[in-house]
């Protein structure tokens, strides 16, 4: 009598977790094929700046960023990691960074999405207005937020807008004040293949 309730039990504990190995695979298999997987190309134009105490001198300038884009998105939310070239800083210094936005996007209607996420920079070169190396006086990677929107359009083309909110201080010299960097920034994208709905 023993054994058989023995058996009992074990079969039932057996029977639930091939039920719930089942549920799960069916439940990932239904997320993998809702899903939309993109990669393309984006480019676009900064308005950089750089703010801090009064060591910071110059004026905004426009420069430019460029780089590549995946997107994974279900339904109404997808996941944008990009890997950018960028120019940031002022008429006085020009800064070269390497940027890793992390976004992550709500999609309002159709193509219209909100956007957010952290922003991860390593910086790749500096000169002053003279031509001078600066690297050493900064710091070698920094942290942003961005917010924006953007809309994806027909034929595989998008077109966004941030503001990228410079959170680390980037000065590395002694006593110099704390100097962060603040870009708005404009792309259009292309995308390169798709693959889902």
């Known amino acids: 009598m023993y054994l058989q309730f023995y058996f009992m039990q074990t079969k039932s504990i057996i029977m639930k977790k091939i039920f719930l190995s089942v549920l799960f695979v069916a439940i990932a298999t239904f997320g993998f094929t809702q899903a939309k997987v993109e990669i393309g190309l984006k480019a676009g134009l900064n308005l950089a700046e750089l703010s801090g105490n009064d060591n910071v001198a110059g004026d905004n300038i426009t420069a430019f960023h460029g780089g590549a884009y995946g997107l994974i998105k279900i339904s109404k939310i997808g996941i944008q990691p990009e890997v950018l070239f960028s120019k940031r800083g002022n008429d ?47 710091k070698s990677s920094d942290m942003s937020a961005a917010v924006g929107a953007g809309v994806d359009l027909p034929m595989g083309l998008s077109v966004t807008g941030r503001y990228i909110i410079g959170i680390s201080d980037v000065n590395d010299s002694v006593g110099g004040g704390e100097i962060k960097g603040n870009t708005f920034q404009f792309s259009v994208g292309y995308r390169l293949f798709k693959v889902g709905n």
Not at 98 to 104: A, F, Q, T, Y
């Open 92 to 138: 006085e210094v020009d800064l070269g960074y390497l940027d890793i936005p992390v976004m992550l996007k709500f999609y309002v209607a159709g193509g219209l999405n909100l956007q957010a996420g952290p922003q991860f920079g390593v910086l790749l070169n500096a000169e002053d207005s003279d031509g001078a190396d600066v690297k050493g006086l900064l």
